[in-house]
């Protein structure tokens, strides 16, 4: 005759869906990753293709320092997140404006470079071949930037009016997830046209 156990098999645990938040936020991303890399693919398939002049080399400025205040920024949102997090609330919109700063920064600069190709170079979008896949690619990632501008402009008021709260922190995060995806496509675009295209 065999023994009754003792004790009971333990009980899993149940199952949660995910946030809505999250799963919204990760849709969106693999959707717009998608629209990149149909923009990144065709730069890349046109590279040297132009039938006249100018060529890359002899237009494009390399961006360090702006690539530099972009890249920095995914630290900053981070930490503004974590700080939210312990219910730092000042130190947290400490952290959350100096991203919208180095956001503003690498825009102010994207402007300023494009302002000096059409302005003073006469590259524009119908230059040549380079001149329309440049624009449309460097342009929908700078699209992309300034609507992230404008959430973390949003946050950063509502922060300022006392209305974010530790509560808020996880919605915070699913908005910096916009924000990593912008700064990681820019590695892409930065090295694709920046690096590889000259």
């Known amino acids: 005759m065999s023994a009754i156990p003792t004790t009971l098999p333990a009980r899993e645990e149940a199952w949660e869906l995910p946030s809505r938040g999250k799963a919204g936020m990760l849709c969106l991303i693999a959707a717009e990753s998608a629209i990149f890399t149909i923009f990144v693919v065709a730069y890349i398939y046109y590279i040297g293709k132009s039938l006249g002049g100018p060529t ?23 930490w503004a997140v974590s700080a939210l997090r312990r219910g730092k609330s000042k130190l ?12 503003l920064k690498f825009i102010e600069g994207t402007a300023a470079d494009w302002y000096r190709m059409i302005y003073h170079d ?7 071949l380079f001149g329309t896949t440049f624009y449309s690619l460097v342009g929908l ?25 530790q509560e808020h922190a996880e919605r915070c995060e699913v908005f910096s997830y916009y924000w990593h995806f912008v700064d990681v496509v820019w590695v892409v675009v930065f090295t694709v046209v920046y690096l590889i295209g000259r």
């Open 56 to 78: 890359p080399a002899q237009i494009l400025h390399v961006p360090i320092l702006d690539t530099i205040c972009l890249l920095s920024s995914s630290l900053t949102i981070h």
């Open 92 to 103: 947290f919109l400490l952290w959350w404006g100096a991203t919208l700063a180095l956001g």
């Open 122 to 128: 006469g590259f524009t979008v119908k230059t040549n």
């Open 141 to 165: 990632h700078a699209s992309h930037v300034i609507v992230g501008l404008l959430g973390l402009l949003l946050v950063f008021l509502f922060a300022l009016a006392g209305k974010v709260k």
